[in-house]
Every structure is written in C-alpha cells, then in structure tokens.
C-alpha cells in the first residue's frame, strides 16, 4: 500500500472531530505516513481507532523522538561530506574524548544537507543530525576545522511547501493542482499577484482548523510570525525531539 493510499483511507474512514482527536498534520514518508497529534492522548485514541478499524491492512503506532539537529554557519562550501567530517572530528579531539573517543565521536554525526553558497557566495550552514549528548557539547561553541573556524547553532525548522502552505512536504511535491495565495488564501494566484485588499486568511490555520477541536484564528498572511497553527505544530513537532533532558 502506498502512503497515498494510507492517507487516503486515514482520512475517509476516521474522522477526528467526531473522535475528538487533535491533529496538527499529517506528512507522508517514504513506508507510510506520519500523523501530528497534538497530545499524548490523542496519538493513543488515534492508535487505538486504527488497530480496531483497519488492524487488517494497517498498523499504527507511536513515533518515538528524533535526534536533535545542529548547524554549523558559514563553512567554506569547498570543503566535501567527507573532509568536512573528518575535520569536525580530528580538529575537537577534546569533544572525542568526551564521547568515548574519535570513532563514536564522527558515528554520532550525520549532515543532513547545507544551505547556501550559491553564485559568489564561498560559504554554506551545514546542518546535522546528532546524538544528544554531541549536541550538549558542541552547541554554542566555534569548533576549528584547521585553517577555518564554525559556530555551532541548535537547529529546528518545519518543513513547509510554500504552493498550498501545509507542513510536511516540500512545493516539488505538493498534490495540489493550483498553488495558494499566502495572503488570502484563494486557489489560482500566488500572493504576489493578489488583489484582495482586505484582512488576511492564512491557508494553513484554515486547513488544521478542519482537523482540530480548538480553532486558530485565520485573519492573517500565512506567514505572519505569529501565526497559531504554524506555531502550535512548531511547539508540538519540537516537543518530540531527543535532546536528552
């Protein structure tokens, strides 16, 4: 079955008003789907309802949290995977050591990707995935990377398609036939071209606010700061990281 499919029969054979579950979202991965509930009783309701009605076909379970992110800003962009890696490590011994030396030290690190370095620009942010205990010890400090230097920043960041403005997936690979204006919330123009001149109505709030027993507020540009779904499932999505606390 193919997590189309899932969400698919998710999404007609439950509904989560009627069984009053929170959901903040839902992101299709590679083997599934992956549903955003807004509390530890909900993902359990939701777990639960899927065993008893779709146990034949389907199988739910919790996600446990996922390892914290770090960046490293502005580093020479020249520098590949590999190099960048074995000099993370051999130039912060003092890190190794506290990690049970140089070997755990470059296992508990794995880039992500990197932003940046584009036209004349020699530099990128090299994001990666961590074990807690790195983070603890590299977060906030410059490491060296020989002739050069990085700082060390935490790193969280939801992933938004900016063509109908939900969490989860990327533009290159939304679903929606026409792209969704970021001010009004109307199909068929992009907010640049928009000529509504009234209060705003932000897409996202709108799209959660069907799934959700509490109602954000929508009079706004889907990207207003303070925005409530984006920051709910800011909050939530964050919440489920391992930082080892």
Known sequence: MTPEQVSTMLTTRIDPTKSKIAVNGMIRTKKGVIVNCETQKDSETLTTLIQDMMGECLHGSEVKGGLPRIV??????????????????????????????????????KEKYRVGGRGSNPYVDVVYEVKAATRKLMVGKRISLGWSGAEVLDHFSLLQCYRCWNIGHRSVDCKSKEPVCGYCAEEGHRNTKCRNNGVGRCALCISINKTRRDKFDTRHDVRDAECGAYTSMWHSQRSRIDYGD
């Open 72 to 109: 490293l800003k502005k580093v020479d962009k020249n520098l590949d995977k590999d190099v960048l890696l074995e000099r993370v490590v051999t130039c912060n011994e003092d890190i190794g050591k506290e990690l049970g030396g140089n070997e755990a030290f470059k296992m508990s690190l």
